[in-house]
């Protein structure tokens, strides 16, 4: 079982940036692929951004060159630094952790950007 919390989420003005941390509870956080997903009001729940065990990234389209997705192993946590924020990126913010059958959400951290 793992349990993942979501935190760094608020208010900004179009342009500016944020930090997202997901802070993962167990032992095997290492061997998880992690992962971002937002979901704006109306709207489906999109992938955002992948990092695998091994550190290898993959990027939505609509956030390559914005967003850096991030893992410390030796913290249990993974980040999502996004810079240069519009208001399409208004959604709220899911962490993932997935393995083989294995697969765990968090429950959320809003990001508001204001135009």
């Known amino acids: 079982q793992v349990q993942l919390v979501e935190s760094g989420g608020g208010l900004v003005q179009a342009g500016g940036s944020l930090r997202l941390s997901c802070q993962a509870s167990?032992?095997?956080?290492?061997?998880?692929?992690m992962g971002w997903f937002r979901q704006a009001p109306g709207k489906a729940r999109e992938f955002v951004a992948t990092?695998?065990?091994?550190?290898?990234?993959n990027y939505a389209d609509s956030v390559k060159g914005r967003f850096t997705i991030s893992r410390d192993n030796a913290e249990n946590t993974m980040y999502l630094q996004m810079s240069s924020l519009t208001p399409d990126d208004t959604a709220n913010y899911y962490c993932?952790?997935?393995?083989?059958?294995?697969?765990?959400w968090g429950q959320g951290t809003q990001v508001t950007v204001s135009s």
């Open positions: 993932r952790a997935s393995r083989s059958i294995f697969d765990y």
């Open positions: 167990g032992r095997t956080f290492s061997s998880y692929t």
């Open positions: 990092i695998t065990s091994g550190g290898t990234t």
